[in-house]
């Protein structure tokens, strides 16, 4: 069974840093793109950045210039840097990934809340 395990949330001080961690566990065969999403109270579902098998990446707009996604492929880890944190990014930070495991899916993490806040 394919899991994603996100780390490394939680509170910090507005222009602060967080580094997000995500590792995939389980039968894996291929891991295609990787990405992060954010829900904030009342707001939907928000693309953060996403990292294709190649490297490529994509920050949000809200977030650029304030955020990095890179992967480690044999860790089958995807991590997340986010710097001058403000108060608008608090919002429960969600990983997902397409995975290979008895056919191609679409996986996602239980969630990891970051408060930025004074």
């Known amino acids: 069974q394919v899991q994603l395990v996100e780390s490394g949330g939680g509170l910090v001080q507005p222009g602060g840093s967080l580094r997000l961690s995500c590792v995939a566990t389980?039968?894996?065969?291929?891991?295609?793109?990787m990405g992060w999403y954010r829900q904030a109270p009342g707001k939907q579902r928000e693309l953060v950045a996403s990292?294709?098998?190649?490297?490529?990446?994509n920050c949000a707009d809200s977030l650029k210039g304030r955020c990095t996604i890179s992967r480690d492929d044999v860790k089958r880890t995807v991590y997340l840097q986010m710097n001058s944190l403000k108060p608008e990014d608090t919002a429960v930070y969600f990983c997902?990934?397409?995975?290979?495991?008895?056919?191609?899916?679409?996986?996602w993490g239980q969630g990891a809340q970051v408060t930025v806040s004074s």
């Open positions: 389980g039968r894996i065969l291929s891991i295609a793109t």
């Open positions: 990292i294709a098998i190649g490297g490529s990446t």
């Open positions: 997902n990934a397409r995975i290979r495991s008895t056919g191609w899916s679409d996986y």
